[in-house]
Antibody, heavy 120, light 108 residues
Framework: QVQLQESGPGLVKPSETLSLTCAVS?????????WGWIRQPPGKGLEWIGS???????YYNPSLKSRVTISVDTSKNQFSLKLSSVTAADTAVYYC?????????????WGQGTLVTVSS | DIQMTQSPSSLSASVGDRVTITCQAS??????LNWYQQKPGKAPKLLIY???NLETGVPSRFSGSGSGTDFTFTISSLQPEDIATYYC??????????FGQGTKLEIK
């Protein structure tokens, strides 16, 4: 059974870089699938941030593309998110998820999510 | 961006009721439409993929239909454990993948 677990700082200062990691268990990332990040501001809806194929090909939300980097570390069986120049608008629960089948979406399964607050 | 318009934004129904949520895409997305259930404090869970395919392990009271721009999600007989917020999500070739604004389902 595939399981995903997000980790990283819960508090980031404005203008700094948000860094999160998603550890995958029960499946080897190098074997395939897309792996993605989705976020949800408190009390609001869901926003897709971007996805990465196991080979390293990336797809980003154009609205965030200039600030986002998603990378994969097959040796550690994990993938990561970096979001630069953060503001309060980036405060959200950040989820990692696997793409189903041969596409970045649908997203299944999901990690439990981690709240990141941007504040000085 | 492809806009996904979900309605209603909230819904109150009784146990045993048939519940229907609609999702309209701003352009043709074929059947690249998924439905998720999110319970409070939890991650979303995939229920329906490609408009009408039931994810393994999901009760058969959940169903989806539609293609092109108009989609429907139905719970045939509402159960207490179905209380959640439901989201549609499109994944057409045109990025970004986008979600509807959600439908909060409550028990009367």
């Amino acid at each position: 059974q595939v399981q995903l677990q997000e980790s990283g700082p819960g508090l980031v200062k404005p203008s700094e870089t948000l860094s999160l990691t998603c550890a995958v268990s029960g499946y080897s990332i190098s074997s395939g699938y897309y792996w993605g990040w989705i976020r949800q501001p408190p009390g609001k809806g869901l926003e897709w941030i971007g996805s990465i194929y196991h080979s390293g090909s990336t797809y980003y939300n154009p609205s965030l593309k200039s600030r986002v980097t998603i990378s994969v570390d097959t040796s550690k069986n994990q993938f990561s998110l970096k979001l630069s120049s953060v503001t309060a608008a980036d405060t959200a629960v950040y989820y990692c998820a696997r793409g189903r089948g041969g596409s970045p979406a649908p997203f299944d399964p999901w990690g439990q999510g981690t709240l990141v607050t941007v504040s000085s | 961006d492809i806009q996904m318009t979900q309605s209603p934004s909230s819904l109150s129904a009784s146990v045993g009721d048939r519940v229907t949520i609609t999702c309209q895409a701003s352009q043709d997305i074929s059947n690249y439409l998924n439905w998720y259930q999110q319970k409070p404090g939890k991650a979303p869970k995939l229920l329906i993929y490609d408009a009408s395919n039931l994810e393994t392990g999901v009760p058969s009271r959940f169903s989806g239909s539609g293609s092109g721009t108009d989609f429907t999600f139905t719970i045939s007989s509402l159960q207490p454990e179905d209380i959640a917020t439901y989201y549609c999500q499109q994944y057409d070739n045109l990025l970004p993948y986008t979600f509807g604004q959600g439908t909060k389902l409550e028990i009367k």
